[in-house]
Nanobody, 124 residues
C-alpha cells in the first residue's frame, strides 16, 4: 500500500498563494489517480481537485476552478496543489488521497488511501 504525507500548509493573507505537497512512499505514485480534499471545522470533507495517473486529466470543484491547480511529478512521487487568490473560506485541513482504479473522481469514499492532512488558514 501507499503512505501519503502532506506538507506546506500554513497561514496566509487573503489574496495570497500557497502550495501544498503530498509525498508518497511505499508504492510508486504513478499507480494512482490522486485527489485533494478539504475539511473545515463543523463541515463535511469536500472535494477540491483530482488528477489522472499521467497528469493529463484534471478535475476541479467549482469553488476553486481558476484559482487552484493540481499537478504531479511521478518521478518525485509527489502531488501538488497550487492555491492562488486564497479566500478566508478556503481555510481548512487539506488532505491528499489515492485512488487505485485510476479514476478522476470527486467522491471521497472511492479513494483508498489518505494522508493525515495539513492545515491551511487564510486570514481576512
Amino acid at each position: 500500500q501507499v503512505q501519503l504525507v502532506e506538507s506546506g500548509g500554513g497561514l496566509v493573507q487573503a489574496g495570497g498563494s500557497l502550495r501544498v505537497s503530498c509525498a508518497a512512499s511505499g508504492r510508486t505514485l504513478s499507480r494512482y489517480a490522486m485527489g485533494w480534499f478539504r475539511q473545515a471545522p463543523g463541515n463535511e470533507r469536500e472535494f477540491v481537485a483530482a488528477i489522472s495517473r499521467s497528469g493529463g486529466n484534471t478535475y476541479y470543484a467549482d469553488s476553486v476552478k481558476g484559482r487552484f491547480t493540481i499537478s504531479r511529478d511521478n518521478a518525485e512521487n509527489t502531488v501538488y496543489l497550487q492555491m492562488n487568490s486564497l479566500k478566508p473560506e478556503d481555510t481548512a485541513v487539506y488532505y491528499c488521497a489515492a485512488e487505485t482504479g485510476g479514476r478522476v473522481v470527486s467522491t471521497a469514499r472511492l479513494y483508498d488511501y489518505w494522508g493525515q492532512g495539513t492545515q491551511v488558514t487564510v486570514s481576512s
